[in-house]
């Protein structure tokens, strides 16, 4: 059965960052599909800064690097991994530094710019199945309400299914990925939430946050009020009002998640089990944060790993063959 909006397979796999910032001239390399298959993963997803494809005019579309993810479309389609393309940056909306200068929520000129942005990607992929590659509209929107994030979403949608009706599509929650959004149940979009909770633990001492705190953490996690938060916690809390949604015939799908690496290695992986154990039991895919990189499984540059060398990168093979139980 071909995925759906209300019905996604199993999908696992990673985030690749080859387009994740304006100023990285960095591609998206083959042999992380490879491996990725090599290794049994199924799913990339692709993070993207829409400057790394225009200039100062919003619509001024540089065709040499839209070749590039092109060419990341056609590695998925070579070693049978599902491309997901995502907007990190839209037009109107981020939640990295520096912020839009725009608001997509509330300004017409960003919303019809990051409009013409997928329906420019609909365009150009169309007759490539869904099997193959899905659209994520843009990462962890914030700052705004359901219904002025909803409109946009739907906006989006119908006209990207103008050009290609059966593109997959997929929304992220609101409140960075954690809230489901009852107000797209009616729109043809699967959602995406995120495993970043508790944030304490996944972004210890995580320079662009405020957390900092004197101890390492651990795991089952205390708050600072003394509540426990554990496995059944985390399918109470966090999986539960997402399960609700899908019963709306909604599809779901983890987006990010991933443990920042300054947190105990020890800690780390008791955690992931868990997290992994309970998306499992839901029956939901997902993609760590990242492949390459401080959450990743290569060049992860933690100091409490027995690396194994892997093609001249560091690999985390412990954590590679908990990711591959699950």
Known sequence: MAPSASSLPR?????????FMADDEERFREADF???????????????????????????FDEETLAEIDEAVEYGREYDVHVNLNFHRGPGFTVADPPEET??????EAQDAFVAHWERFAERYEGIPSEELSFDLVNEPADTSHGAYADVVRRTVESIHDVDPDRLVVADGMRYGREPVFRLTDVDCAQSTRGYDPFP????????????????PEWPH??????????????????????????????????????YNHTPHDVTLSWMEDVLRQWERAGWGWALWNFRGPFGILNSERDDVDYEDWHGHDLDREMLELLQEY
């Open 11 to 19: 999908w696992r796999g990673f985030n690749l960052l080859g387009k």
């Open 34 to 60: 490879e491996w990725m298959a090599e290794w049994g993963f199924d799913f990339a997803r692709l993070p993207m800064d829409y400057r790394c494809w225009t200039g100062d005019d919003w619509l001024d």
């Open 103 to 108: 608001d997509l929520w509330t300004d017409r």
């Open 201 to 216: 633990l996944t972004h210890h001492e995580a320079e662009w946050t405020d957390i900092d705190r004197d101890e390492p």
């Open 222 to 259: 205390v708050t600072d009020s003394g509540k426990v938060q554990d496995a059944d916690w985390v399918y109470a809390d966090r999986i539960a009002p997402w399960k609700h949604l899908e019963s709306q015939g909604v599809g779901v799908h983890v987006g990010e998640w991933g443990v």
